[in-house]
């Protein structure tokens, strides 16, 4: 067991790994066997939670969709993870093929993949690696090899990614480090688990506590906060749910989900 204050480190062999579970539950192959078991752990307990996971991509794509048809060609995904089809630049250059796209991630094997399976087979999309934890040096990076111009609008996504910081990494912070290098008229998609999920979800949670895949969840008040800065479209930050369709049932695990806009 790690001590409770220790930063994650990048995942290692046997150690659980949150990319890796995420990819369990879109029913991808690249897992090990102990984020199954910890993913059929959770399924044990919320058997819908492969559906809510199909959600929160499928309203990944949706804030992809909404940011290109504003005119938007420049896009950082944020604790990327393992590559699922589609992914963001295929949304993005169906709509525009001149669009750029960064991905980023902190496990050098999740990096790998990034690399081999995206950015070495589509123009304009790089795989970056990096930890959201230290904001400037991924912004650093995203200038120094010109990788986005800050100058114009950007949309950055983070998706299921903030519930894995813990509040004394300053989750606000980071946020605001790059939203501050953001043009006006850039975009911020995120998700975050939720404090209003079933006790037995949250109690199931725990076992994830002093490893790499341990969370963090917040309240809707929490999660709103971290647009601070943003102008949040409607429905605002609500379950996940709420921004695909009106008939989509309610999940015991709640994921929060909000779209935002910087203003001038």
Known sequence: MTDDNRTPQPFEHGHLNSARIYDYLLSGKDNREIDRDMGDKLL??????????????????????????????????????????????????????????????????VHTHCDALLAAKADGVTALLGDIRHPHKILDELKHRTLIDFNEPVAVSLIGVMHYVMEFEDPAGIIAAFRDEMASGSYLALTHGSLDSYPEILQVLTAT????????????????????????????????????????????????????RKGK
């Open 44 to 109: 044990s307990h919320a058997p819908e939670l492969k559906t809510l996971a199909w959600f929160c991509r499928s309203f990944m794509l949706k804030a992809v969709q909404l940011a290109a048809d504003a005119g938007i060609r420049q896009f950082i995904d944020l604790g990327s993870g393992i590559p699922n089809s589609p992914n963001v630049h295929e949304v993005a250059q169906e709509i525009d093929p001149s669009s750029r796209v960064v991905y980023v991630d902190y496990d050098p094997v």
């Open 209 to 260: 506590k002093g490893t790499s895949a341990q969370v963090e969840f917040r309240t809707a008040a929490q999660t709103e906060a971290l647009f601070a800065g943003f102008e949040l479209f409607e429905p605002g930050v609500v379950p996940v749910q709420e921004w695909l369709r009106p008939d989509l049932p309610s999940t015991r695990m709640v994921m929060l989900a909000g779209i935002g």
